[in-house]
């Protein structure tokens, strides 16, 4: 079972736990910003700044397709439309790259990139379990988010309604009473409407998140 890492410590947690060197994550815009909301040192910081910079590299080809991008060997990868980034990452040591997207039932919260300073292919093992965290990350990440704005969706709800929906989520997703908070104020916050009211969609199964 997955351990739930505070928000700070994210990046850190995908090098501990992976066999890879450097880590970051960005929200990639709508219904976030376009931005890097971590890194786990300033390499991944710069390559993450030049991905989001050039609009190419494997975060945004993760985000279209809404599976991983998996580069073992950047030396062999001449055939992919990002050479300033392969040039960058090369100067840098990176030698294999992976991207992870992340999301919140239908909510595309952004990317999970990895970097390696050897080229390896990732086992069948170390993708499900990168891919498992990525959505571990995605709840914490739309929890940052959230928690620093101020919206409608972050109104107090009926207590009856939100703790009933919340229970339904946590049996849905498998997480924590607290993330499926964060899935159920996601989610209103991405469709523009209230906590109680998709509380409610909830409860009479309009919205459910294992589907």
Same mark, same amino acid.
């Given at each position: &079972?997955?351990? /739930?890492?505070?928000?700070?410590?994210?990046?850190?947690?995908?090098?501990?736990?992976?066999?890879? =060197? =450097?880590?970051?994550?960005?929200?990639?815009?709508?219904?976030?910003? %376009?931005?890097t909301?971590?890194a786990?040192?300033?390499?991944?910081?710069?390559?993450?700044? @030049?991905?989001?910079?050039?609009?190419? !590299?494997?975060?945004w080809?993760?985000?279209?397709?809404?599976?991983?991008?998996?580069?073992?060997?950047?030396?062999?990868?001449?055939? %992919? *439309?990002?050479p300033?980034?392969?040039t960058?990452?090369?100067?840098? !040591?990176?030698?294999a790259?992976?991207? /992870?997207? &992340?999301? %919140?039932?239908?909510?595309?919260?952004?990317?999970? $990139?990895?970097?390696? +300073?050897?080229? =390896?292919?990732?086992?069948p093992? $170390?993708?499900?379990?990168?891919?498992? &965290?990525? $959505?571990?990350?995605?709840?914490?990440?739309?929890?940052?988010? %959230?928690?620093?704005? +101020?919206?409608?969706?972050?109104?107090?709800?009926?207590?009856?309604?939100?703790?009933?929906? +919340?229970?339904m989520? @946590?049996?849905?997703?498998?997480?924590?009473?607290?993330?499926? @908070?964060?899935?159920?104020?996601? =989610?209103? /916050?991405?469709?523009? &409407? *209230?906590?109680?009211?998709?509380?409610?969609a909830?409860?009479?199964?309009?919205?459910?998140?294992?589907?």
């Open positions: &079972m997955l351990e /739930f890492p505070a928000f700070t410590s994210l990046c850190d947690w995908f090098v501990s736990k992976l066999p890879i =060197h =450097h880590a970051a994550i960005s929200t990639l815009g709508d219904p976030f910003e %376009l931005t909301v971590g786990s040192d300033a390499i991944a910081a710069e390559l993450e700044g @030049m991905q989001l910079d050039l609009g190419v !590299g494997p975060c080809e993760a985000k279209a397709a809404g599976t991983p991008v998996l580069v073992p060997d950047l030396r062999q990868a001449s055939t %992919l *439309s990002w300033e980034l392969l960058a990452a090369e100067s840098r !040591g990176i030698r790259a992976y991207a /992870f997207p &992340m999301a %919140l039932g239908a909510i595309d919260v952004g990317v999970v $990139d990895l970097y390696a +300073t050897t080229a =390896h292919a990732l086992s093992h $170390d993708v499900e379990e990168a891919w498992a &965290m990525a $959505d571990v990350a995605a709840v914490r990440v739309v929890d940052q988010v %959230l928690s620093e704005l +101020t919206s409608p969706a972050a109104e107090a709800s009926p207590r009856r309604f939100v703790h009933q929906a +919340t229970g989520v @946590m049996a849905q997703l498998g997480v924590p009473s607290d993330d499926a @908070m964060v899935v159920i104020r996601a =989610h209103a /916050f991405a469709a523009g &409407m *209230s906590v109680p009211d998709v509380a409610q909830i409860i009479r199964r309009d919205i459910d998140f294992s589907a």
